[in-house]
């Protein structure tokens, strides 16, 4: 138990230092940049127990994002949705016959992976764009935004998890 | 009561997850409305001891950039200088006041953006160097912004790709005065809005800083006119205007004080009660 709470603490501030200083700044073709601060959630222990600490821990990492980049609540809201609806989402992506209790992200087959990332990441860049943009006038551009940016993270998210998890084994 | 209760508990996660994501909400609009000190900012010494770290790594790919920006400016300044004394002969003498009527501080931009609607920049400097909120901040070029959130170290900048961003501006040259917006699509490209139609503009005419705030002095450089079109009302331009700056490499900046600023706004405020 304790084991994991470092590796948690440890994960969210490398996380958080890594989105501020590197991936705050990639602003690739002009405007695109990735979320990878996302794998906090990803990764956080799937236990009914931990929900609320969990929901309040992704507000905490949305926050620390908000503050450093200046954006409001932005980065907070989208990332608490998405910690509330993570169960929703596992159960679309894994089927309802999963054990989520002992469920590791590494161990599961590249599908599953792939459509659990992507409907976290597009949930997550949909709140975000919509509350930063905030206006009815640019849903084009929040959709474009939403779509290019999940498509950068998801491919970054993917290669982080394979490369964490060949580490471990 | 008993039902409240068990209700409640039944549905914590779900209630505790809408107490959460109403408090991001909240923080999310109170930094939509124009000019309102915000609660969550990057002003504070966690996020402006990362930056400046790693700001100073970044620094050194840049140094050949910096030093001819420098030089640049230097060549500039020196032209002013030895046009100035010989003018200076036959010109009367201004009095000293008003060359003291604006600080000048110098900064540097720990953290840039310019890729979101709302864009706030980091500069290195805070209360402790005498920045307050309100204060304009330029480079060698043109304008970069206002002064929004200080802490003792640290400040925000709100850039001028920002769709809250509101500076007045005119046309060189001519008195016509407009207000200077970004409606957040080309990090070049800043609007300016209510130039009357009777102006005689031109594609690649100056813009510059129009002094009618307590801001900036008149005549900073902003940039040039790109295209222009008559709003909805036909009675009004608006104008493209290409900036001089490239805000995507900014480095050292100047920060302006206008020592009175107190006391234009005291006369203001008395006006309007």
Redesign the interface.
């Known amino acids: 138990m304790n084991n994991t709470i470092v590796s948690n603490i440890t994960r969210f501030i490398i996380l958080v230092?890594l989105q501020?200083?590197l991936f705050?700044?990639i602003?690739f073709l002009?405007?695109l940049?990735p979320y990878i601060y996302i794998l906090f959630i990803v990764y956080f222990p799937f236990d009914k127990e931990t929900?609320?600490p969990f929901?309040?821990f992704s507000?905490l990492i949305?926050?620390s994002i908000?503050?450093?980049?200046?954006?409001?609540?932005?980065h907070?809201?989208a990332s608490?949705?998405i910690?509330?609806l993570r169960p929703v989402i596992m159960r679309w992506a894994f089927g309802l016959s999963y054990d989520y209790q002992t469920l590791k992200i590494s161990k599961t087959t590249f599908g599953q992976r792939f459509n659990f990332l992507s409907l976290l990441i597009l949930t997550h860049h949909l709140i975000l764009f919509t509350?930063?943009?905030?206006s009815f006038a640019?849903v084009v551009n929040i959709l474009k935004k939403t779509i290019f940016s999940a498509i950068f993270t998801l491919i970054l998210c993917l290669i982080f998890i394979s490369l964490f998890s060949r580490k471990r084994s | 009561m008993q039902q409240i209760i068990n209700f409640l508990i039944r549905n914590?996660?779900?209630i505790?997850?809408l107490v959460?994501?109403s408090?991001?909400?909240?923080?999310?609009?109170?930094?939509?409305n124009y000019h309102n000190t915000?609660l969550?900012?990057?002003a504070?010494w966690?996020?402006g001891g990362?930056?400046s770290t790693?700001d100073n790594v970044s620094d050194y790919f840049h140094l050949k950039e910096y030093n001819e920006q420098l030089l640049e400016e230097n060549k500039q300044l020196r032209k002013l200088l030895f046009n100035r004394e010989i003018e200076n002969t036959d010109s009367l003498t201004i009095a000293d006041s008003v060359f003291n009527q604006y600080r000048i501080y110098t900064g540097r931009v720990i953290?840039?953006?310019?890729?979101?609607?709302?864009n706030?920049l980091?500069i290195d400097k805070g209360t402790s160097d005498s920045i307050r909120q309100d204060m304009g901040v330029i480079t060698s070029q043109g304008i970069v912004g206002i002064i929004e959130n200080t802490s003792s170290g640290y400040a925000?900048v709100q850039s001028v790709l920002n769709t809250l961003s509101e500076i007045n501006a005119a046309v060189k040259n001519t008195n016509n005065f407009g207000s200077l917006q970004w409606d957040?699509k080309n990090?070049d490209v800043v609007q300016l809005v209510d130039i009357l139609r009777a102006a005689p503009i031109k594609a690649g005419d100056t813009i510059i800083t129009g002094g009618m705030s307590s801001i900036f002095p008149k005549g900073i450089p902003i940039g040039t006119i790109k295209d222009f079109n008559l709003d909805i009302s036909e009675n009004y331009y608006k104008i493209n205007v290409q900036l001089f700056n490239d805000m995507?490499t900014l480095d050292q900046v100047y920060i302006i004080e206008n020592t009175d600023k107190q006391e234009i706004e005291e006369l203001e405020e008395s006006l309007n009660e």
């Open positions: 230092l501020v200083t705050n700044h602003d002009g405007y940049n929900r609320i929901l309040f507000f949305g926050l908000d503050i450093f980049s200046d954006s409001g609540g932005v907070s809201a608490v949705a910690a509330y509350l930063e943009i905030f640019q | 914590k996660t779900f505790i997850f959460l994501f408090i991001a909400l909240g923080i999310t609009f109170q930094s939509h915000k969550i900012n990057s504070n966690v996020s990362v930056y790693t953290k840039n953006s310019y890729t979101t609607e709302r706030y980091l925000t957040g990090i995507s």
